[in-house]
C-alpha cells in the first residue's frame, strides 16, 4: 500500500468544496459515488466527506466536500434565475456556455479527478452511461477523449468530461463541469503528440 497521503512531503491541491440543494443530499452522495468516490454522511447531518482514493479516507487531503448550499447563496441563486427570466440577452449567453460545456468543454472552469488506470476509468463512465431517470437527466457527458482519438492530447492520457447541477463548487446555476481522467505512462512523462498541443475546437 502506498504511503498516506498526509505524509506527502510537497505542495499539493488538497480539496474541493462542493454544494447541493437542500433536500438532495442523498442524491449528491449517488452522484459522487457513482465517480467512485466513498461517501461518508454520517459526520453531520448538513454535510459530508467524500473520498477521492477509497483506501485512504483523510477528512482533509484529496477529499470533496459535500455541504447544503447556503441561505445567501440560495438568495443569490434565486436572483440570476429572476434575472434570466427577464433578460433575453443574459438567457442566451447562459445557454451558449452551457452548450459549449456540453460539447467542446476545454477551457471551462472544472476540476479532475484521477483514477489508476484506463480500466478503471471506463467502469466509471460506464456506470454513468447506465445511470436512470433524474439522477441521469441532471449529467452531461460523458465526453471521452481516448487514446488515438484525434484531440487527445497525448496517448499517456484518456479524460472523459461530465457535467452537473447536483453537485456544484462555484453558483448551481452555472452548473460544474469535471474531468475524469486516467495515465497509464510509458516513460518518465507524459509525452504530447505535438510540440504545441491545441484544445479541441474552443
Do not use: W
Request: net charge negative; charged share 25%; proline share 7%.
Amino acid at each position: 500500500m502506498h504511503a498516506p497521503i498526509a505524509r506527502y512531503p510537497g505542495t499539493m491541491l488538497n480539496h474541493v468544496e462542493m454544494l447541493y440543494h437542500p433536500g438532495e443530499r442523498e442524491l449528491a452522495a449517488t452522484f459522487l459515488r457513482t465517480l467512485g468516490c466513498v461517501v461518508d454522511t454520517t459526520a453531520h447531518p448538513t454535510y459530508a466527506f467524500a473520498f477521492i482514493n477509497p483506501e485512504d479516507r483523510d477528512i482533509v487531503n484529496n477529499v470533496l466536500y459535500l455541504s447544503e448550499i447556503r441561505p445567501e447563496q440560495l438568495a443569490l441563486e434565486h436572483a440570476l434565475r429572476e434575472a434570466l427570466r427577464a433578460d433575453t440577452t443574459l438567457a442566451e449567453s447562459l445557454e451558449g456556455y452551457r452548450e459549449k460545456r456540453r460539447t467542446r468543454p476545454h477551457g471551462i472552469p472544472h476540476f479532475g479527478i484521477r483514477y489508476p488506470s484506463f480500466a478503471a476509468l471506463e467502469e466509471v463512465i460506464a456506470r454513468i452511461e447506465s445511470l436512470e431517470g433524474n439522477l441521469r437527466e441532471r449529467i452531461d457527458g460523458p465526453i471521452v477523449l481516448r487514446p488515438g482519438d484525434g484531440q487527445s492530447m497525448t496517448d499517456d492520457l484518456m479524460q472523459a468530461f461530465i457535467a452537473t447541477d447536483i453537485a456544484f463548487s462555484g453558483l448551481g446555476t452555472l452548473g460544474q463541469a469535471i474531468e475524469l481522467q486516467a495515465q497509464e505512462i510509458a516513460g518518465d512523462v507524459p509525452k504530447p503528440k505535438r510540440s504545441v498541443v491545441p484544445t479541441p475546437a474552443s
